[in-house]
């Protein structure tokens, strides 16, 4: 148990009545979107210096994970993104305007929208990546990796129960 107090332990024992498991829930939750913001605002202005934006680094990010030929359908990133159809053209659009990525109908399917990275877009997601790496790393460094990985699991879990499995490999 930590001996010292954070935030949500002042914060908490302002909120009266709750049972231990409600307790431990509206806790674990604040620090759950704490921890979130902290790793937000760091890579904003991690991105700043790159010139570019969590959203755009999002789509880079997904269009890079799908490895070689770094393409995905539109609909396979609206799914991925957890995005509208409507969401994705706006993003797409976005990115296309700056060279990182280019539209292309599907030769064995002319319905659909294939979004590739470009040249530079791969370039310019490498470089953001291994920056945002490097960002998340530093800030969780004050867990030993035993604690991550032990977090991760548990984290695993409850994202599961969530949104269902993850695809598998």
């Known amino acids: 148990m930590a001996t010292q107090r954070d935030q949500v332990d002042e914060i908490m024992t302002e909120i009266p009545d709750l049972d231990a498991h409600e307790q431990a829930s509206k806790a674990l939750s604040f620090r759950l979107r ?7 605002t760091d890579l904003r202005r991690e991105l700043a210096a790159f010139g570019i934006e969590l959203w755009e680094m999002e789509l880079l990010g997904t269009l890079k994970r799908a490895g070689p030929p770094y393409r995905l359908s539109a609909g396979a990133l609206q799914e991925r993104m957890r995005l509208t159809s ?5 993003r797409v659009t976005g990115l296309e305007r700056r060279g990182w990525v280019r539209r292309d109908i599907d030769r064995d399917d002319r319905r659909q929208i294939l979004v590739s990275l470009t040249e530079d877009g791969l370039t310019r997601a490498r470089a ?8 998340e790393t530093n800030r969780l460094s004050a867990l030993p990796l035993a604690a991550q990985e032990e977090l991760n699991d548990q984290l695993r879990t409850l994202l599961i129960s969530l949104e269902g499995p993850g695809r598998q490999a």
């Open 34 to 40: 704490r921890i979130a913001d902290h790793l937000e």
């Open 128 to 135: 953001v990546f291994s920056a945002k790496t490097q960002t």
């Open 86 to 90: 409507g969401g994705v053209t706006k």
